[in-house]
């Protein structure tokens, strides 16, 4: 996970258009937020106004407000709420625009490297698109290619995003969200090296075998820093499984639940993005991961401390619970702060301790499911000054969200307990660590 620069994130010609892009859009943000605050306007006023302005700005900085969004106690939840709306997705490239792109990428010979490739995007997103293509053995391909200049949009825009969450703390001062936009800097820097996520795949391919779940065969030969080239994998989506039987929308939780902790708590890694969009499902019952921008690689301590925490909250031991706060990276850890963490704990940990068939809301709206615990997080945490969130507690965090709504979606009824049980019923830290060092060196990320 090297932090070595990149040529194109200093452009000084795309950055300096970047700024004065993005700069205009955040100012009209600021402008938003003061003047509906000087006019009386209620949070959820400055909110809607807030995220109308940077919706304006599209590209990465919508993409991290996103991302931030997600993220627990970062931003005032009125201002969570307006950010998960946005849509981080940017027009297409044009036909003329995506063949000086992949001349770029593979050489002036590059369309005879392919049976066929369609100009036309099959997605688009913030940072890049996916084009369909044919090799020359016949099999479907999916290929990636970055947008031109994204490093350097991603280094304006987390500038941008730190003046943004500079209002929401001298607005309300419960959270100091230094160490958690240092770790999205850093992941979002990992996600625009497409070399990195080439080599994710083949771990997480390595990781899953025996599961089943299918990740695409990446095609090294037909990839560069900032074109990925794969298999294309067929499949429905998510949200088309919620009409199915309880039995098979249980079986797709069931199998969505090992796919992201096998990995965890086997080697320490995860999928950052548990985004309802990075899975779909054959017709056969198999489950496709197909992104991995966002891959976390944890220290083998920190997954202990995710074991211990769970141990702790089954057995009542508040020193357990306190020493997992502190293996995690929380400082300053008074009886006051433990047992308001705890309270976030208990919320995520519910079903993991809870040994019985249930859902994951267990009776609650999901419209309201977990609202209660940040409320209540919100107002302790006001009276205990700002809490400085560890970096490597981020993502965990949003991950074990992200795949909670997805259950939500389901509306799965399992024993999640059981399930964790099993996935940890041989854990050791040393173990543990041995095979991720000897995983990430397979795949080349060690």
Known sequence: MSDERDPER????????????????????????????????????????????????????????????????????????????????????????????????????????????????????????????????????????????????????????????????????????????????????????????????????????????????PIEELSTKRLLTMTWLDGKGLLAQVDGSQEMRNRIAALLFEVWWTPMTRFGVIHGDPHLGNYSFTDEGALNLIDFGCVRIFPASFVEGVVLLQRSLKNDDPDGVAHAFEIWGFKNLSNELIETLTIWARFIYAPLIDDRVRSIADGVKPSEYGRREVGQVRKRLKTLGPVLVP????????????????????????????????????????????????????????
């Open 391 to 446: 970096r490597e507690f981020v993502f965990m965090d949003r991950a074990a969200l992200g795949l909670g709504a997805a259950f939500l979606h389901l509306n799965a009824q399992l024993n999640f307990a059981r399930l964790f049980e099993d996935s940890i019923a041989d854990f050791s830290t040393a173990a543990l660590a041995a095979r991720q060092q000897d995983a990430l060196g397979a795949a080349g990320l060690a």
């Open 10 to 217: 200093d452009r000084l010609s795309a950055r300096i258009g970047r700024v004065a892009s993005v700069g205009a859009h955040m100012g009209g943000a600021a402008a938003a937020f003061a003047a509906t605050r000087l006019s009386g306007g209620d949070e959820a006023q400055i909110a809607r106004a807030v995220k109308e302005a940077l919706g304006r700005s599209k590209g990465p900085l919508m993409k991290v407000a996103q991302l931030v969004s997600t993220l627990p106690d970062v931003l005032p939840e009125s201002y969570a709420q307006e950010f998960r709306k946005l849509q981080a997705h940017a027009p297409p490239m044009g036909r003329p625009f995506v063949e000086r792109r992949m001349r770029a990428e593979l050489g002036a010979d590059w369309k005879g490297k392919f049976q066929s490739f369609d100009l036309d995007a099959a997605h688009a997103a913030s940072l890049g698109q996916v084009h369909r293509a044919v090799a020359h053995d016949g099999r479907a391909l999916a290929c990636k290619l970055q947008y031109p200049d994204m490093a350097s949009a991603v280094e304006t825009d987390i500038g941008q995003l730190r003046t943004l969450l500079g209002l929401f703390q001298r607005m309300d001062n419960t959270i100091d969200s230094s160490e958690a936009i240092e770790e999205v800097t850093a992941r979002l820097r990992e996600e625009l090296d497409y070399a990195r996520e080439l080599k994710a795949m083949k771990l997480f391919a390595a990781m899953l075998a025996g599961k089943a779940a299918r990740t695409p065969d």
